[in-house]
C-alpha cells in the first residue's frame, strides 16, 4: 500500500478551512458601503488570501488520481459517491431554504442551478470523473516534453477564456478536455507539480513570494474596481483569475516542499491519527458549514457585529460545530457514505 503523503493531507486541512473563511468574509466584503472601509478591508484581506483552496482540492485530486491505472469499477464506486452526495446535500438544501431561510427553489433549475450556491464543486467534479479513466491514460502516456506542452496550451486556453469573460463574450469552441471553466485545468496542474515537485526550479521563497505578489494583486486590483464601482466587485476573485490560479500553483508548490523536496512532512503517530481524522471530515465539512453559516445569516446582519471578531469567530465556530456535526455522522454506513 502506497504510504500516505501528509503535505497533501495538511493542504486538504488548510483549504477546508479557508472554503469557510471565504464564506464568511464574502459575507461582510458583499456589505461594502454599509460596514466600515477597514471592516471591509480586513473581510477583503480574508477573502481574498483564503481563496487559493478551492483550486487546491481540484489540485489534490490530479496528484492523487492522475497517472493512476484504475479499474473502470473504481471510477464507477468514486462517481457514484459524489452524485449520492449531490442529491442528498440538494434535498437538504431544498428543504433548509425552503422552509427555513424562506428562499423558495424551483425544482426543475436542479440541472442548471445548485439548490445551494456552494454544492457548485460536486457539480465541477462530476463531469471531471466522468473524464478521469480517459485523462488517467492520457498523463501515463505522456513524456515530459508532452506535458509542458499540453501546460501552455491550457494555460493560454484559460488565459484566453477569463480574457473573454471580462469582455462578457465566449469562445466560439472550447478546448477539448478543458472546456470553458478552469477547473479540468487546475486537475492537471495539481498532477504536473506534483509529479514534478523536486525538480521544479523554483525556491520555497520564491514560491511564497509569488504566492503573496499574486494575491495582493487580487486584493489591490479589487479594492481599486470597488472603489470606482461603489459596490464590492469579485471579477478578479474568480478562481478563472489569473492571479489566483498564480497565487494557488505557487501555494500547492510551497506546501508540497514543506519538510524538505525528498523527505515532505513525517508526523509522529500521534498527529498522524489527528490528521487523518479532520481529513476523513473535509468533504463533510465542506458540505455541511453553510448550514452553520445560513443559520448565522438569518439573525445577523454584517453591520450587527464589526468583522474584526464575527470573520475569525465565525470561522472558528463554524469550523468546530460542522467537525462535530461529520464526526457523528460518519460513525454510521449512511452518513458515510454522504460525507
Known amino acids: 500500500m502506497k504510504e500516505k503523503n501528509y503535505n497533501l493531507e495538511l493542504v486538504r486541512i488548510v483549504s477546508f478551512l479557508l472554503v469557510i473563511a471565504i464564506h464568511v468574509s464574502n459575507y461582510f ?13 480586513f473581510s477583503l484581506v480574508v477573502d481574498t488570501a483564503a481563496r487559493v483552496s478551492v483550486p487546491s482540492f481540484f489540485m489534490i485530486s490530479g496528484a492523487l488520481l492522475l497517472g493512476r491505472d484504475e479499474p473502470l469499477g473504481k471510477h464507477g464506486k468514486r462517481l457514484l459517491r459524489f452524485v449520492t452526495a449531490l442529491v442528498v446535500w440538494s434535498a437538504v438544501y431544498y428543504l433548509w431554504n425552503t422552509f427555513y431561510m ?3 427553489y424551483d425544482l426543475r433549475e436542479i440541472l442548471y442551478v445548485p439548490t445551494e450556491a456552494h454544492l457548485w464543486y460536486l457539480y465541477a467534479m462530476i463531469p471531471i470523473y466522468l473524464a478521469l479513466p480517459f485523462f488517467q491514460v492520457m498523463c501515463r502516456h505522456m513524456d515530459l516534453r508532452l506535458e509542458k506542452a499540453f ?9 484566453l477564456n477569463y480574457g473573454l469573460w471580462l469582455m462578457d463574450a465566449e469562445a466560439y469552441y472550447d478546448l477539448p478536455l478543458v472546456g470553458d471553466r478552469i477547473y479540468a485545468y487546475y486537475v492537471f496542474v495539481g498532477y504536473y507539480i506534483y509529479k514534478y515537485r523536486r525538480h521544479i526550479r523554483l525556491s520555497q521563497r520564491s514560491a511564497l513570494i509569488i504566492c503573496l505578489i499574486s494575491l495582493a494583486a487580487a486584493f489591490g486590483t479589487t479594492w481599486g474596481v470597488s472603489e ?10 474568480t478562481y478563472a483569475c489569473p492571479f489566483i490560479a498564480l497565487a494557488s500553483a505557487a501555494f500547492f508548490l510551497y506546501m508540497l516542499r514543506l ?18 481524522l479532520f481529513c476523513s471530515c473535509s468533504f463533510g465539512i465542506y458540505l455541511i458549514h453553510i448550514l452553520f453559516l445560513d443559520h448565522y445569516k438569518k439573525y ?10 464575527a470573520v475569525p469567530g465565525l470561522v472558528l465556530v463554524i469550523a468546530a460545530a460542522s467537525f462535530g456535526c461529520v464526526w457523528v455522522m460518519r460513525r454510521t454506513k449512511p452518513g458515510r457514505k454522504i460525507t
Do not use: F, Q
Open 102 to 104: 424562506g428562499t423558495p
Open 300 to 309: 445577523m446582519e454584517p453591520w450587527d457585529m464589526t468583522a474584526w471578531v
Open 228 to 237: 470606482v464601482l461603489g459596490r464590492h466587485y469579485e471579477g478578479v476573485l
Open 259 to 276: 519538510g524538505g523536496r525528498a523527505a515532505g512532512v513525517r508526523p509522529g503517530e500521534r498527529a498522524r491519527k489527528v490528521i487523518d
Open 151 to 159: 501546460l501552455i496550451v491550457t494555460t493560454a486556453a484559460v488565459l
Open 29 to 41: 466584503c458583499r456589505a461594502y458601503g454599509e460596514i466600515s472601509r477597514g471592516e471591509y478591508l
